[in-house]
Structures are given as C-alpha cells and as structure tokens.
C-alpha cells in the first residue's frame, strides 16, 4: 500500500494546519440554545409610536360608494348611447352621473 501525501500550506515557511486536522466537536442543540439566551440581545431603535386616529365612518361610506356610482356609470348603456367625441368628454359624462348618484345617496 501507498501512503497519501497531504499537501500542507505554509505560511511564512512554518506548516499551517489543517482544517482537517483539528478536531471539532459538534455543537450540542442545547448548549448553543443556552449560548444564544445567555447572549445579550442588540438594542433595536424604537421608531416612534404610530398616531391613531378614530375611523371616520361617514368618509369610508362615500368613498365605497363615490367608485361603486363610478363603476355602475361607466357600465350604464345609457351613457354609452350618448353623444360624445372623445374619451374624456364620456369620462365626464359618467364622472356627472356618478357624482350625481353620490349625491342623491347622501341626500346632499
């Protein structure tokens, strides 16, 4: 049988060992959990608390509402059948009828 020759790095023209020549124990589960307890944790930077503010409801309602009008106008064949040139001219068209529709909703 033939030996194996390891090559051995040198550094300043002293050997250097191996990684495979030291011996490493494997880390217990439980003392690298207690390692990682017993570690004082890093101070996060609190960012200032968020400012609450109460829910307006009455806002929340016309908002549902001004784009549910929106959309139903811009299905509603009875403006598609209006008179119009261009996209803006139908987009204000259903832009007044749904603003009307809010309107009406709200008993403004």
């Known amino acids: 049988m033939g030996l194996i020759k390891k090559d051995v790095a040198t550094l300043n023209g002293q050997p250097t060992p191996s990684m495979s020549a ?6 217990s589960g439980t003392e690298a959990a207690i390692t990682r307890l017993q570690a004082p944790k890093p101070e996060v930077a ?7 503010k109460q829910r307006d409801f009455d806002q929340e309602a016309r908002g549902k509402t001004k784009c549910v009008q929106f959309e139903a106008a811009l299905m509603s064949p009875a403006i598609a059948g209006m008179a119009f040139k261009t996209m803006a001219e ?3 068209l259903v832009k007044e009828a ?3 529709g809010v309107k009406y909703t709200f008993g403004e």
């Open 46 to 52: 609190k960012a200032s608390a968020p400012v609450y």
């Open 90 to 92: 139908y987009l204000a």
């Open 22 to 27: 030291q011996v490493t124990k494997p880390e």
């Open 98 to 100: 749904a603003d009307a």
